[in-house]
Nanobody
């Protein structure tokens, strides 16, 4: 299983970024996927999840500003980040659930494969 994030960077408040997670080594279409983020001094938190049928969940802080999506043909996961604020600064990770099937919930313990992360820094 390989997960490779890209698209992070340093931006100004109000700007947008699109994160990508290229995947390989497994059947992308049958697994729940998610984006998490980890900021210094804070716990890692789930930002968004997407199930195999396209159902999505978002953290309260991400609702209406972030959009998770997946391209089955490219086996790539995306996270569109809009209206960024300094509080969104963190390292963002994509993750694959341990097992195919079952609930696609924003709980870290059910995700067993992680990328190396991509840094997002938002200045005011």
């Amino acid at each position: 299983v390989r997960l490779l994030e890209s698209g992070g960077g340093s931006v100004q408040a109000g700007d947008s970024l699109r994160l990508s997670c290229e995947t390989s080594g497994y059947h992308f279409s049958i697994y729940c996927m998610a984006w998490f983020r980890h900021a210094p001094g804070k716990e890692r938190e789930a930002v968004a999840t997407i199930s195999i049928d396209g159902t999505t969940t978002y953290a309260d802080s991400a609702e209406d500003r972030f959009t998770i999506s997946r391209d089955m043909s490219r086996t790539t996961l995306y996270l569109q980040l809009d209206s960024l604020t300094p509080e969104d600064s963190a390292k963002y990770y994509c993750a694959r659930k341990f097992a195919a099937g079952g609930p696609c919930a924003p709980r870290q313990e059910i995700f067993g494969f992680w990328g190396q992360g991509t840094q997002v820094t938002v200045s005011s």
